[in-house]
């Protein structure tokens, strides 16, 4: 089992930045696949990017603006997120798999079997 936490969400002016944390426990941390995914208002949740040993992928939509990493030593993965826009606005969620899914699955959020509670990030004027 286990247990994912976000924190750092709030509301920023359009151009500012964010950096979203996501605590684990549960389980050992380096065996984790992690993502983000972020859900707006009347739209279905969506992928936003994902770490797995080390490499990095992001949606086309956050590409060059957002930066995931992971400290092994604080058992967190976290999103820096610049340059925001208002589309940028929803709740996300980090997630997290055991499984060792291929680069080309891990946008599927039916991927993950773990999921974080979210934060809300709100960008506006």
């Known amino acids: 089992q286990v247990q994912l936490v976000e924190s750092g969400g709030g509301w920023v002016q359009p151009g500012g930045s964010l950096r979203l944390s996501c605590a684990a426990s549960g389980q050992i941390f380096s065996r984790l696949v992690m993502g983000w995914f972020r859900q707006a208002p009347g739209k279905d949740r969506e992928y936003v990017a994902a770490?797995?040993?080390?490499?990095?992928f992001y949606a086309n939509s956050v590409k060059g603006r957002f930066t995931v990493s992971r400290g092994v030593a604080t058992n967190s993965m976290y999103l820096q997120m610049n340059s925001l826009i208002p589309e940028d606005t929803a709740v996300y969620y980090c997630a997290a798999t055991t499984t060792s899914w291929n680069s080309g699955s891990l946008p599927d959020e039916r991927r993950y079997d773990y999921w974080g509670q979210g934060t809300q990030v709100t960008v506006s004027t």
């Open positions: 770490i797995k040993a080390g490499m990095t």
